[in-house]
């Protein structure tokens, strides 16, 4: 079936970097977008951007652009989300999803990875 | 941006009462709303899109109407395991948002 497989879970110092990946299965890669979201914690779901695993195009909410860089390797049918200058407000837990729509992107995330635990802390 | 206001933000129900969750929007976003459910250390499930179509395997008590700025998710016998948040997002803008949720708990 379709799945979103995360890494783990980490705790980064103020200042540091992060890299989390979402690989994906059941489905061809290529032929949908995936967004990132995250969610602090007991607040609601911010989304922070989509990548097009076909061309590798990107798109950033304003919040985002310039801190977060979404790649992806076909080879291994896996998206990445990089963010640094971490500070203690990144702690979330920050999800991959699929876009609805085959082809192309509507925004509609249908399927979703488990998340990924990210704690800043000195 | 656009803004999702939901409403309330929480609310005590009993198994079997009706339950409406109301999604407001900032602007016109015509039928471009879709639902989702969160429960607590799980990752959201996509419930409806466009306002109103409902999701495969998503149970025919839940429903959602509406369009232009105001939207409601309507379950209409609640079960023990819709008790959850749910959250609206709108997809009218290419920048999309959520509402701030709607926690569900149990009465």
């Known amino acids: 079936q379709v799945q979103l497989a995360q890494s783990g879970a980490e705790v980064k110092k103020p200042g540091a970097s992060v890299k989390v990946s979402c690989k994906a299965s059941g489905y061809t890669f290529t032929d949908y977008s995936i967004h990132w979201v995250r969610q602090a914690p007991g607040q609601g779901l911010e989304w922070m951007g989509w990548?097009?695993?076909?061309?590798?195009?990107?798109r950033y909410a304003q919040k985002f652009q310039g801190w977060a860089t979404l790649s992806r390797d076909t080879s291994s049918r896996t998206a990445y989300m990089e963010v640094n200058r971490l500070g203690s407000d990144d702690t979330a837990v920050y999800y991959c999803a699929r876009d609805h729509c085959r082809g192309g992107v509507c925004y509609t995330m249908d399927v979703w990875g488990q998340g990924t635990t990210i704690t800043v802390s000195s | 941006d656009i803004q999702m206001t939901q409403s309330p933000s929480s609310l005590s129900a009993s198994v079997g009462d009706r339950v409406t969750i109301t999604c407001r929007a900032s602007q016109n976003i015509d039928f471009y709303l879709n639902w989702y459910q969160q429960k607590p250390g799980t990752a959201p499930k996509f419930l409806i899109n466009t306002a109103s179509t409902l999701q495969s395997g998503v149970p025919s008590r839940f429903s959602g109407s509406g369009s232009g700025t105001e939207f409601t998710l309507t379950i209409s016998s609640l079960q023990p395991e819709d008790f959850a948040t749910y959250y609206c997002?709108?997809?009218?803008?290419?920048?999309?948002?959520f509402g701030q949720g709607t926690k569900v708990e149990i009465k």
């Open positions: 990548i097009n695993p076909d061309s590798g195009g990107a």
């Open positions: 997002q709108q997809t009218y803008s290419h920048f999309v948002t």
